[in-house]
């Protein structure tokens, strides 16, 4: 996933969103990237804003859908 330009796939869902997300910040701003790492490891969550709204990953269903 990291490093593809288009992520998972291309579409305006959170998955898709989120990963592309992911790729582009492994490639223009690695060190925000691994910042969000260690926030998952402190606080056990990761939350990304899709559409103005914010989207937890501890709310989240596991495995895909």
């Given at each position: ?17 989120s ?39 501890a ?7």
């Amino acid at each position: 996933m990291l490093g593809q330009p288009l992520g998972v796939g291309q579409g305006n869902n959170p998955t898709c969103q989120s990963a592309r997300a992911l790729s582009m910040w492994a490639y223009n701003d690695p060190d925000y990237l691994l910042q969000m790492v260690a926030w998952a490891a402190r606080d056990n969550e990761i939350v990304m804003h899709f559409e103005g709204r914010p989207v937890s990953s501890a709310q989240s269903a596991g495995g895909l859908q």
